[in-house]
């Protein structure tokens, strides 16, 4: 894990702010991942809009699970849970930013309450979750949206870091989530609502 706390990041955002509330202090904490984070931070300086390749493990892991279900997982967080770390889209599915340690253990503790359930299997909805930690690393979307990352494929924020030490769920946390997300898939359409990508989580409203 690299040192963040003195790297500058002056000049970042011409507006000191990014895509979907991500603030240059919020930059440098994701950039603190690397082992480079001042290159980090000079090439998000000079092309705001290029994603990056970060290691997961140290500063934060990742919860890929897929794009519909993500934000159903999302939606519990913010409107029944404590809210969510920063979360973002990339290539069709959402990437929860996690607390590390949480790629460990979260597989586990869906296999327990798949299996120890009395009802046959709470997390028998749950699609499969890819979880990144030590030794893996996700692509990071860029600081600034790229015009182009409403296409399907595409890559943005939907919770963008704000601070140099964002809180970040643990696996309990996620398992909750999950575990809320697939009894909402079970009664509601399996299509999302026509404005999913409207939405916007009030970090001020985290618990």
Excluded: N
Aim: charge should be neutral; charged fraction near 20%; include cysteine.
């Amino acid at each position: 894990m690299s040192s963040f706390r003195h790297e500058p990041t002056y000049g970042l955002f011409d507006e000191g702010r990014g895509s979907a509330g991500l603030t240059p202090d919020g930059a440098a904490w994701l950039a603190s991942a690397g082992t480079y984070p001042r290159s980090t931070l000079a090439l998000w300086r000079e092309h705001p809009d290029a994603p990056v390749v970060l290691p997961c493990g140290s500063v934060f892991d990742v919860v890929s699970a897929p794009a519909v279900f993500g934000r159903r997982m999302l939606d519990r967080l913010w409107g029944d849970g404590p809210g969510s770390g920063p979360v973002a889209v990339f290539r069709g599915r959402t990437l929860l930013f996690a607390a590390p340690g949480t790629a460990q253990r979260l597989p586990s503790l869906l296999e327990w309450e798949e299996f120890g359930s009395r009802d046959g299997g709470r997390t028998a909805a749950v699609p499969p979750l890819l979880c990144h930690g030590t030794g893996d690393a996700v692509t990071v979307p860029a600081p600034v949206a790229d015009p182009r990352s409403r296409l399907p494929l595409g890559s943005r924020w939907l919770v963008g870091p704000d601070t140099r030490q964002p809180w970040l769920p643990g696996p309990e946390v996620l398992i909750w989530a999950a575990v809320r997300a697939a009894r909402e898939a079970v009664r509601i359409s399996i299509f999302p609502p026509a404005d999913q990508d409207a939405k916007v989580y009030d970090v001020s409203r985290r618990r």
